[in-house]
C-alpha cells in the first residue's frame, strides 16, 4: 500500500536503524496503532508504552507493552492535575486542557523512553497532525516554537544524554489514509476524539485543514521544510535541564514544572 511506501522512504530519509530499540507511545487511537504496526511489519525492534490504558494492539503484534499509571506516579489522575492547574493559573489567558495534558505527558514519555533506554521515542503524529501544529504557530506568532519539529527531533546534540529523539514514522501520511490502513488491518483501536478536547485552538485549525487537499497539505510541509532550513542556523543546540526536575527544557524550569507549581 502507498502508506508503507511512505513511511519507508521517511525512515530512510532520518536513517532509523533496525539495531536501535523504539519506544511507540501508544494512546489506543489509530495513529499511534498503524504506526506501532508498520514498524514491527518493517522488521524494526520496538516495544510500546501507554500511560493509563490496557491496549490490546501490543497483544496482537507480540510486542513488549510498558504502562504508566499516572495516579499511582504523580499522585493524582489526569483530570485532577488539569482542573487544579486550571485553577490556580489565573494568568488572564485561560490555559487550554490539551496545552496541560500534552505537557505532561510529553515530559512522562521522554523520561520513561530514557529509564527503558530507548535511542528514539515514536509516535503517531500524522501529515495532518503536523500541518496543524505548523499553522498555529505561524498563526499565533511564534513559528519558532516549530524549529526542533520534523520527521525526527531537529537541533537537538546527539550525545545528549536526557533527550530521546522522537521519530514520526507517519510524518508524511495523511489522516485518510491512516484510517483506511487501519480498518484494512482491523486494528483494536478508538477512533473517537478525546472526549476533553472541547476547548482546544487545534479543534479550529483541524476543521480548517479537513478542508484541504493531500497535495495541499503536503505543500504546506514542504514550506514547512524549507522555513526550517533558515531557522536551523539561528536555532540554540543546546538543551537546558530544569532546575527543579532535571528535564530537558527549553528555558531555566520546565513547562511540565511551571504547570505543576500549583499556588
Known amino acids: 500500500?502507498?502508506?508503507?511506501?511512505?513511511?519507508?522512504?521517511?525512515?530512510?530519509?532520518?536513517?532509523?536503524?533496525?539495531?536501535?530499540?523504539?519506544?511507540?507511545?501508544?494512546?489506543?487511537?489509530?495513529?499511534?496503532?498503524?504506526?506501532?504496526?508498520?514498524?514491527?511489519?518493517?522488521?524494526?525492534?520496538?516495544?510500546?508504552?501507554?500511560?493509563?490504558?490496557?491496549?490490546?494492539?501490543?497483544?496482537?503484534?507480540?510486542?513488549?507493552?510498558?504502562?504508566?499509571?499516572?495516579?499511582?506516579?504523580?499522585?493524582?489522575?489526569?483530570?485532577?492535575?488539569?482542573?487544579?492547574?486550571?485553577?490556580?493559573?489565573?494568568?488572564?489567558?485561560?490555559?487550554?486542557?490539551?496545552?496541560?495534558?500534552?505537557?505532561?505527558?510529553?515530559?512522562?514519555?521522554?523520561?520513561?523512553?530514557?529509564?527503558?533506554?530507548?535511542?528514539?521515542?515514536?509516535?503517531?503524529?500524522?501529515?495532518?497532525?503536523?500541518?496543524?501544529?505548523?499553522?498555529?504557530?505561524?498563526?499565533?506568532?511564534?513559528?519558532?516554537?516549530?524549529?526542533?519539529?520534523g520527521p525526527i527531533s531537529r537541533n537537538v546534540k546527539d550525545n545528549d544524554k536526557k533527550f530521546v529523539p522522537r521519530i514520526k514514522p507517519l510524518f508524511f501520511v495523511p489522516e485518510n489514509e491512516i484510517r483506511k490502513f487501519s480498518k484494512s488491518k482491523k486494528l483494536p483501536v478508538v477512533y473517537e476524539k478525546c472526549p476533553c478536547a472541547l476547548d482546544s485552538y487545534r479543534i479550529q485549525v483541524r476543521e480548517f485543514v479537513n478542508t484541504l487537499s493531500d497535495r495541499e497539505k503536503e505543500n504546506i510541509m514542504k514550506n514547512f521544510e524549507r522555513f526550517m532550513e533558515k531557522m536551523k542556523k539561528e536555532t540554540d543546540a543546546n538543551v537546558k535541564y530544569c532546575k527543579i526536575c532535571g528535564e530537558p527544557a527549553r528555558n531555566e524550569i520546565c513547562k511540565r514544572c511551571e504547570l505543576m507549581r500549583i499556588k
Open 1 to 149: 500500500m502507498d502508506i508503507e511506501r511512505k513511511v519507508k522512504q521517511t525512515l530512510a530519509k532520518i536513517k532509523l536503524s533496525k539495531k536501535e530499540k523504539i519506544l511507540v507511545a501508544l494512546s489506543g487511537g489509530k495513529d499511534s496503532s498503524v504506526c506501532a504496526y508498520l514498524l514491527k511489519k518493517l522488521g524494526y525492534k520496538i516495544e510500546g508504552i501507554h500511560i493509563n490504558l490496557h491496549m490490546g494492539l501490543c497483544k496482537n503484534l507480540g510486542i513488549k507493552l510498558h504502562l504508566y499509571d499516572i495516579k499511582k506516579e504523580l499522585g493524582a489522575s489526569m483530570c485532577y492535575l488539569r482542573t487544579s492547574i486550571l485553577s490556580s493559573h489565573n494568568t488572564g489567558k485561560r490555559l487550554k486542557n490539551c496545552a496541560i495534558c500534552g505537557v505532561i505527558k510529553k515530559w512522562i514519555l521522554n523520561k520513561k523512553a530514557r529509564e527503558l533506554k530507548a535511542s528514539k521515542l515514536a509516535t503517531g503524529h500524522s501529515l495532518d497532525d503536523e500541518a496543524q501544529t505548523f499553522l498555529i504557530n505561524i498563526f499565533k506568532g511564534s513559528p519558532e516554537l516549530s524549529a526542533n519539529a
